[in-house]
Nanobody
Framework: VQLQASGGGLVQAGGSLSLSCAAS????????MGWFHQTPGKEREIVAA????????YYLGSVKGRFTISRDNAKNTVFLQMNRLKPEDTAVYYC???????????????????WGQGTQVTVSS
């Protein structure tokens, strides 16, 4: 199983970036997905999560109204659209896939089984 994240980069505060995460296997279509971020010395933190059918989403409070998570199951891809970026959004962003059942989505790192390689997002002030 492979998750390939892309789309990170350097942007000025107030700008936008769009992250993508492509999964290599077909069962992705039914699995909850999440985006996490991590800064040096800190643990990974959930940014957004989405259910397998895309109908249910979760957002970290600090990104609500600015970030949007979505998925295209036909293309085995999940997206994170990040608008009105702030310097405090600077982090390495990881996509993750959970194979757990029972909930629409998951918000804890240990509930995810597969991880992408991470993509750096840097927001300058």
């Amino acid at each position: 199983v492979q998750l390939q994240a892309s789309g990170g980069g350097l942007v000025q505060a107030g700008g936008s970036l769009s992250l993508s995460c492509a999964a290599s296997r077909r069962t992705f279509m039914t699995n909850p997905m999440g985006w996490f971020h991590q800064t040096p010395g800190k643990e990974r933190e959930i940014v957004a999560a989405i259910s397998g059918n895309g109908e249910h989403t979760y957002y970290l409070g600090s990104v609500k109204g600015r970030f949007t998570i979505s998925r295209d199951n036909a293309k085995n891809t999940v997206f994170l659209q990040m608008n009105r970026l702030k310097p405090e959004d600077t982090a390495v962003y990881y996509c993750a896939e959970s194979t757990r059942e029972g909930r629409a989505y998951y918000t804890r790192e240990f509930m995810y089984d597969y991880w992408g390689q991470g993509t750096q997002v840097t927001v300058s002030s």
